[in-house]
């Protein structure tokens, strides 16, 4: 594992720093209910479209303070919602401040938030949407689910991908034919139609952990079948290898070939093609989630959050922070990519 | 004398679209117990075909058409896919020409080796170390990936995956011939330190008949799918016009132009080296027998066979 890291920092710096940033992206949206200064579905009724607050280490007689402050907001313009700071009182930011009772990590009941201000004054670090919730709180909860999703439907696609293409490549034949057939059917729908009829077939009144489930399968029925095909082309042409005849004459059985010998040698491959796919899973949830079959409201995924501001051009001018789920989508991916380029050359042993 | 593989009328073809090209054609020898037989050909003889149906690898286009193979006296030939699996690595293992495309290169020499083992109660490490220690390899190497060691190293742990379930015959097919000369010269005097040690038979392979002599007890010499000639190099010359040519012995330039070609008979029947032969007269255009000279070397050649039986 120590080899991993050193490999890879010697290969590339830029993919070394992708890796670091896309685990703690993992990490801070894991630790989602613990960093955010407020519940995803907490709102403030008098501060809709809300811009990023600004946070102030002098107050207006030019004293500097240590504790940076917040000031309190009041609506100035309530046609073109625009604020105006209340600077007669000044809000200190604070660590571990009381606010509506909430679980963190599934289990513990807790009042404490890590950081946040007195009422009635909010700090929103990435301004607020609609109906006041913190945008910043919504995407850390939301990279719980969008991050989870790609990488729950990475797993399910690799897990079928892998077993269909190799059992077809390896055995050949009429297995082959009538797995790579089933394969073709499902590949002959576009995608984004098959997502919508998988999804159509479903109620909508589910649950936001069924919901999740579902979103899971059905992203990760539509990504498997290519993976498998080019499984299967790997295999083909793998199982005429030297070392494949090899393995047969020490006496190996055709599954221990195929598991120990064949598949593994695909990887330098599929490692890198899963990477690259773990942004579609992310957009395909965005999809999903935009047309409001996805996870719903309240519940926070980026992909709703960035849907609130479809149809609505005056929400994209006047409040463009809510844009920022996009910004993070985007980053992601480009991180996901930079590291599965880098990975293919990484886990090959040949480039010891 | 003890047989440890007997070949028996074994004729192999390569299927091409509808019809059967024939590739070995009335293969009868043997290799008797802890002996070193060498099998000599150009490319395309036949030579990694025979090979590969003793261990009944052959690709699928191929078909055994006629003829059995005795391994211990079993013929491999009519078991099931499961016992051909028991039998194979652990009576009879093979050792094959490219030593670095024979070793999976995502795994470690030491995982060949775990994988090589068949069930054992032995303790499977110390019986590692113990192979690598006879093949002249250091047991740290077992922690080094393929493509970490040099060409001759990577046949020693060839020949150490082979030897490990100590078979009764090691088939080597050309194991030397990516090697360069000295590290040529160390395979083969590995091979017969284990040939000594362990006594396992060995059906050497190769092109180079000078090695072949300087080795074999007993050579087979392989024409176009049909073993030509068996002989001792210690005893007899070889006395096929093939072997000659082989031995570069025999002047190409008497070559008998004048026979006249007979239409009776087919020309797949007719002695196999007719065309390319500088002996070669009428009579031989006709199916020619492999003649046992004595029970252990024989010639297929009517000119030389017959001068033997009498």
């Not at chain 2, 392989?222 to 570069?248: Q, W």
């Amino acid at each position: 594992m120590k080899n991993f890291f050193q490999r890879l920092k010697n290969h590339s710096k830029l993919a070394f720093f992708s890796f670091w940033f896309l685990v703690i992206f993992y990490i801070v949206s894991f630790l989602a209910d613990i960093l955010a200064p407020y519940h995803f579905d907490y709102q403030f009724r008098d501060k809709p479209y809300h811009p990023p607050t600004k946070i102030h280490f002098f107050d207006t007689q030019g004293n500097f303070h240590i504790r940076p402050f917040v000031y309190n907001t009041v609506v100035d313009d309530p046609v073109f919602r625009s604020y105006r700071e209340d600077t007669s009182k000044i809000y200190p930011i604070k660590f571990f401040v009381d606010g509506p009772e909430r679980k963190i990590l599934f289990f513990f009941k807790t009042k404490k938030y890590l950081f946040g201000v007195d009422k009635p004054a909010g700090i929103f670090l990435f301004g607020t949407d609609t109906y006041g919730r913190d945008i910043f709180s919504r995407l850390l909860y939301g990279g719980r689910i969008s991050l989870s999703i790609s990488i729950a439907g990475v797993i399910i696609s690799f897990t079928l991908g892998m077993i269909t293409g190799g059992i077809a490549g390896y055995f050949g034949g009429i297995i082959d034919q009538i797995l790579m057939r089933l394969v073709e059917i499902l590949m002959v729908f576009p995608s984004f139609y098959l997502m919508l009829s998988l999804r159509a077939m479903f109620p909508l009144n589910l649950s936001s952990i069924q919901v999740y489930l579902l979103i899971v399968l059905i992203l990760s029925l539509i990504g498997w079948a290519g993976l498998a095909r080019i499984i299967r082309g790997m295999v083909l042409s793998i199982k005429e290898e030297d070392y494949v005849l090899a393995a047969k004459s020490l006496g190996l059985s055709h599954w221990r070939i195929l598991i120990f010998h064949i598949l593994p040698n695909t990887f330098s491959y599929t490692i890198t093609a899963l990477t690259i796919s773990v942004p579609g899973y992310i957009i395909g949830e965005a999809a999903l989630s935009l047309l409001g079959l996805g996870i719903q409201e309240p519940y926070p995924s980026w992909g709703n959050i960035l849907s609130s501001t479809i149809g609505n051009l005056r929400v994209l001018g006047d409040a463009p922070w809510l844009l920022l789920a996009g910004f993070f989508i985007f980053v992601v991916l480009i991180n996901f990519n930079l590291l599965g380029d880098a990975l293919r050359n990484v886990l090959d042993p040949k480039n010891w | 004398m003890e047989y440890v593989l007997k070949i028996v009328n074994l004729a192999v073809s390569r299927r091409e679209r509808t019809q059967l090209i024939p590739v070995l054609n009335d293969i009868n020898f043997f290799v008797e117990k802890g002996e070193l037989f060498c099998l000599v050909g150009e490319s395309g003889s036949g030579k990694t075909t025979l090979a590969l149906s003793i261990m009944r690898l052959l690709p699928k286009s191929f078909v055994v058409t006629s003829g059995e193979i005795l391994l211990n006296g079993q013929n491999i030939l009519n078991v099931n896919e499961q016992s051909i699996r028991s039998i194979r690595g652990k009576d009879i293992s093979i050792i094959f020409q490219d030593p670095g495309a024979y070793l999976d290169p995502l795994f470690t020499v030491g995982v060949h080796l775990q994988e090589a083992l068949h069930g054992t109660t032995e303790d499977k490490n110390q019986l590692i170390t113990k192979t690598l220690k006879d093949v002249g390899l250091e047991p740290e190497i077992q922690l080094v990936y393929p493509h970490q060691i040099s060409g001759g190293q990577q046949q020693r742990v060839m020949i150490a995956m082979a030897l490990i379930n100590n078979p009764s015959i090691i088939i080597a097919d050309e194991p030397t011939t990516a090697l360069d000369v000295l590290t040529t010269r160390q395979i083969i005097n590995l091979l017969s330190k284990i040939r000594e040690k362990y006594h396992p038979a060995i059906f050497f392979i190769t092109h180079d008949l000078e090695l072949a002599m300087s080795i074999g007890i007993r050579i087979g010499i392989m024409y176009k799918g049909h073993i030509v000639e068996i002989f001792r190099p210690d005893r007899e010359k070889p006395l096929h016009p093939y072997s000659g040519i082989l031995l570069g012995n025999i002047d190409k330039k008497y070559f008998n132009e004048k026979i006249p070609v007979s239409s009776q008979t087919d020309i797949n029947d007719w002695c196999p080296f007719f065309e390319k032969c500088p002996e070669r007269e009428q009579k031989c255009q006709k199916k020619i027998p492999f003649i046992w000279r004595d029970s252990l070397t024989g010639i297929r050649c009517i000119k030389h066979g017959r001068n033997h039986q009498m």
